[in-house]
């Protein structure tokens, strides 16, 4: 495998491009789990010291501040909030033509530090400048706003104009151009207009060839429905004429639509799902490409309570250099585990505490649930039978459960989830205790995930491309109960590192069958351990922690993603 020493070599960094990227709860330029991913994939990059710069929006109003009322009913305002106080402003000034006008387009810079005292440049593009009309100056305010019109300018933005800008602060040569997902893939066309500049049309077959020598994409939907697709009366309008026919004459348009998954797919020589099931199912919608897979990871000192972290220093003192020492987990006292999660619990419940003024109680079996809230994560499936539920509740021991996640402003069906779960706290008010805490952001999602018992994800197959949440959980001894579905289909040891929800991971999601087994596993398996078996049940945290938090981490995931960047396939990605 590919080291960071060879890719420091080569003098070269790899340039990541992210429509958002989470690196500070008070930087609210991310919604989930993709910007989450981004965040992690630098911050791993800033630790083993690979050179790396990322580009990415500047998302002036921030994702949206979360607001919901006793019922569940979600709101929202901008959240607004000042790049001066975190961020560097710099002075080129690069132009993107968007519907014939010269937009203009600045940047700021973001250092991440990382434990090997190298630093990871991260460029916001800002285009609110006094020379652009309104619209314009509005196009870098809101991540995932606006309609298809917006959306395709602002990655324009993304694409064309972050190529720009690496240009204009310095960046000649680089390694590769990482997409992560297709909203920066004009990345691509921005390439190759630099390699056909002075050149005829007999040679665009050379020059796409030499783009797709230096381009690496991850694509992280498992849905035909999710690509982002643009009609091409509306490409022609916002990119102009000439760059539509550039992209119909390199077969990159179908049936009257610019799909941007296809552009990535196009232009780059790697192509990767984000799990080994996700790469499953992206072959069979991209039959054309070879679709490797490199799993996600998530950054481990990030999200390790401070509890956690304390006992793996005093343990494995070599866990935050390298992940993979957290396998020697598995020689720490069961006590010591327990003790650690006590205090991480008791950090999650006063939190709880002080935002809703419910307090939990620290003996209680607390289950988690916090991710984005869309409706093929069902989070709601614990509340298909709440008699069955409240049954549970009261033979085999008491429950609590702790909920938090957005959905997003014009997800009308993520909106009622929500306020499916406020009907189902308020019918269980007497039975099992119910809290959504509004407000997900990185902290309270660190927090969550340290401090629950056991953490639950329901995803509707094959739905879920990876997903990273159980991967935090497990950093801090948390065991899930989960569908077998993106990571879980690899990280599941039945009963080992925590339990599945249904058994077959290849058929498509059987809700009846998956709700008795969700029951049949809380109340036949999993509580009654928690109740009467606490040594076995931490020897599931254990496990969690020694087998899936030492692979299912950022370091590994950027060892991966090396080979790709200093070996280029031969020749085309594209399948013959």
């Known amino acids: 495998m590919t080291t960071a020493a060879e890719i420091k070599a080569t003098q070269l960094p790899v340039a990541y491009f992210s429509m958002e990227i989470a690196l500070d709860p008070a930087i609210p330029t991310y919604s989930g789990g993709l910007g989450i991913l981004a965040g992690d994939m630098l911050r791993a990059a800033a630790d083993l010291g690979v050179p790396m710069v990322a580009v990415t929006l500047l998302h002036r109003k921030g994702y949206f501040r979360q607001h919901l009322d006793s019922h569940g009913n979600q709101s929202e305002t901008p959240y607004m909030w000042d790049p001066n106080q975190f961020l560097e402003a710099l002075s080129p000034t690069v132009t993107v033509v968007i519907e014939g006008r010269q937009v203009q387009v600045k940047a700021w810079r973001y250092l991440l530090h990382g434990a090997s005292a190298y630093d990871v440049p991260v460029y916001f593009l800002d285009t609110s400048a006094p020379e652009n009309n309104s619209w314009d100056r509005g196009l870098t305010d ?98 102009g004429e000439k760059r539509t026919r550039t992209l119909e004459m390199e077969q990159c348009c179908f049936v009257g639509t610019l799909n941007m998954s296809h552009l990535a797919l196009f232009f780059s020589h790697h192509i990767n799902g984000v799990a080994m099931r996700h790469a499953e ?38 866990w935050r250099r390298d992940n993979l020492y957290l396998r020697y987990a598995i020689s720490i006292p069961l006590e010591e ?35 984005r809230a869309a409706t093929y994560k069902r989070a709601d499936l614990l ?112 009963g080992v590192t925590g339990w599945a929800i249904g058994e077959c991971y290849q058929c498509e999601s059987d809700t009846a069958q998956e709700t008795a087994s969700l029951y049949d596993k809380l109340e036949k398996v999993i509580m009654p351990m928690f109740y009467k078996e606490p040594e076995a049940y931490g020897e599931v945290m254990r496990y969690a922690i020694a087998l899936n938090a030492s692979y299912f981490n950022a370091q590994r995931m950027l060892l991966q993603y090396l080979d790709a960047y200093l070996r280029p396939q031969q020749p085309s990605s594209v399948l013959t």
């Not at 690496?166 to 297709?182: I, Q, S, T, V």
């Not at 991209?286 to 490199?294: G, K, N």
């Not at 021991?397 to 014009?410: E, F, M, N, T």
């Not at 008010?429 to 997900?440: A, G, M, N």
């Open 142 to 239: 809101y991540l995932y706003g606006g309609d298809e019109r917006y959306r395709l300018a602002q990655e324009a933005i993304l694409g064309l104009g972050g190529v720009a800008m690496l240009r204009a602060l310095g960046y000649k040569d680089l390694l590769a151009y990482h997409m992560n997902e297709g909203h920066s893939a004009l990345l691509s066309l921005a390439l190759f207009e630099e390699r056909m500049a002075g050149l005829g049309a007999d040679k665009a077959g050379g020059a796409a060839e030499a783009v797709r020598q230096q381009c690496v994409f991850t694509t992280h939907t498992p849905v035909p429905a999710g690509q982002d697709q643009f009609p091409l009366d509306l490409v022609r309008r916002v990119l």
């Open 337 to 371: 585990i327990r003790q650690a999660h006590t205090h991480a619990k008791a950090m999650l419940l006063g939190e709880i505490a002080g935002r809703t003024g419910i307090r939990l109680d620290p003996d209680v079996m607390t289950i988690g649930f916090a991710r």
């Open 383 to 494: 509340f298909s039978d709440l008699d069955r539920l409240r049954r549970i509740a009261k033979e085999v021991g008491p429950l609590q459960v702790v909920y938090s996640g957005k959905a997003h402003p014009r997800d009308e069906g993520g909106k009622r989830l929500i306020r499916n779960i406020f009907q189902a706290a308020a019918a269980l008010k007497d039975d099992v205790r119910v809290v959504y805490l509004e407000e997900y952001d990185m902290s309270l999602g660190k927090q969550i995930c340290a401090g629950v018992d056991l953490w639950l994800n329901s995803p509707q197959k094959p739905q879920e491309a990876s997903g990273t949440s159980g991967m935090k959980a497990a950093l801090n001894g948390i065991p899930s109960l989960s569908v077998p579905d993106g990571w879980w289909v690899e990280g599941l040891v039945e």
């Open 281 to 318: 199912i992206s072959r069979s919608m991209f039959p054309s490409y070879p679709i490797d897979s490199i799993t996600n990871g998530v950054h481990a000192t990030t999200w390790t309570s401070l509890p956690f972290a304390r006992l793996y220093d005093r343990y494995i003192p070599e």
